[in-house]
């Protein structure tokens, strides 16, 4: 069973910094990429930035020079640092990892159960 446990979130003032943690536990082999989804009410989850095992980068116009997605491969654990944060930033946020539990086994998509970013204007 794998789990992923993520932290950081909460209230920020518009132009203010949080920094966001997931860690992956349980039976793992291989973590694949890793990535952080958000969903703010009424609206559909879609992607904020994501980071393959060997440390390449994707991020969503929207957050691009704003937000830095990094991994400890040791840990497991994906971050996402938000900075100059905005009012239109207000999301549940989720990680996601891809990960492998064992030989043999495929690789699953597993999510966390999210964490409330609040950005007040």
């Known amino acids: 069973q794998v789990q992923l446990a993520e932290s950081g979130g909460g209230l920020v003032q518009a132009g203010g910094s949080l920094r966001l943690s997931c860690a992956a536990s349980g039976r793992i082999l291989r973590t694949n990429a890793m990535g952080w989804f958000r969903q703010a009410p009424g609206q559909q989850r879609q992607l904020v930035a994501t980071i393959t095992s060997g440390g390449s980068t994707n991020y969503a116009d929207s957050v691009k020079g704003r937000f830095t997605i990094s991994r400890d491969n040791v840990k497991n654990t994906v971050y996402l640092q938000m900075n100059s944060l905005k009012s239109e930033d207000t999301a549940v946020y989720y990680c996601?990892?891809?990960?492998?539990?064992?030989?043999?086994?495929?690789?699953?998509?597993?999510w966390g159960q999210g964490t409330q970013v609040t950005v007040s204007s």
């Open positions: 996601n990892a891809v990960i492998r539990s064992d030989w043999g086994r495929p690789d699953y998509n597993y």
